[in-house]
């Protein structure tokens, strides 16, 4: 039989997951199956409970339960306890593993795909949920020149800045600021919503990145307008599968000729 690995999310019909890891086990020639499941809002850890009990060997975890999965690991990974959520389990007898390659894959893209150094940068995330916080610890780890987290309620971006020890606050904060990365880790784009970014945001040669992928969005059309080089979440998204496919199967798949292929 097949090692057994899955996503689980609430909705998932959309979700790429199930193509990327079929292309990473095709690339490396792995042994394994992986399935997209829907999941009830209430019924997460009996889903996995369920799902373990087949000889599962690991999840991935999505919206939204992330957070679920944080509480329902036995043991952490520090990238997964600096983001307080979790979205690669692995299970070993008794334990469940729990950890989160958000940020590894944003750091991945922008290094390997998109050929941008974070180090000495001048970093700005917009945003201060889940999205956001799962990729501060690997863009610190860079050590970036600086790190400010902006977001429409100042107070919440004040208060996960001050988690790490960084600058954080209101869009009006970003006065007579300039950034070299850009990244939007809001959900404003789902709604088709603008953010009141003042253009000097951006600085020259600037790189806009946008989390969500699939479509053109607000953010993206204004750093564009700037002069920004703009690029979406997708290599992301590929990236940190890759991550969660080598600690699963211990094996690095190759990840640019499966970005080309959803492309």
């Known amino acids: 039989m097949p090692d057994r690995y899955a996503v689980f999310g609430n909705p998932i019909s959309h979700s ?11 690339q490396t020639a792995q042994d394994m199956s992986y399935a997209a499941l829907l999941v009830p809002p209430d019924g997460f850890a009996a889903a996995m409970a369920n799902f373990v009990a087949t000889g599962a060997r690991g999840v991935n975890v999505t919206v939204p ?3 679920e999965a944080f509480r329902l690991a ?3 990974t ?7 959520a ?23 893209d922008l290094k390997a795909n998109l050929g941008f150094d974070p180090a000495r940068k001048r970093i700005l995330l917009l945003g201060a949920g889940g999205a ?30 001050a988690a790490f ?9 970003l006065a007579g600021g300039q950034f070299d990365l850009v990244i939007n880790a809001t959900a404003a784009g789902l709604a088709n919503a603008a953010l009141s970014l003042p253009t000097f945001t951006f600085a020259p040669n600037c790189l806009a990145y946008e989390m969500l992928y699939g479509r053109e969005t607000p953010f993206m059309a204004q750093a564009q307008a700037s002069g920004c080089r703009v690029t979406d979440g997708l290599g992301m998204l590929v990236e940190q599968a890759a991550e969660s496919f080598w600690i699963w199967r211990g094996v690095r798949p190759q990840t640019r000729p499966v970005l080309a292929t959803l492309r």
Request: net charge neutral.
């Open 165 to 173: 020890q960084i600058e954080g606050g209101g869009f009006d904060a």
């Open 16 to 26: 790429q997951s199930p193509r990327i890891h079929a292309l990473f086990a095709a």
């Open 65 to 67: 339960f992330k957070e």
């Open 86 to 108: 979790v979205n690669t389990l692995t299970f070993s007898g008794d334990v469940i593993y729990g950890d989160n390659t958000d940020g590894a894959g944003l750091v991945r």
């Open 78 to 84: 520090p990238r997964a306890q600096a983001a307080s």
């Open 74 to 76: 036995t043991q952490l």
């Open 132 to 161: 956001a916080r799962g990729v501060i610890l690997p863009l610190l780890d860079e050590q970036p020149a600086r790190l400010f987290i902006a977001n429409r309620t100042a107070a919440k971006a004040a208060q996960l800045a």
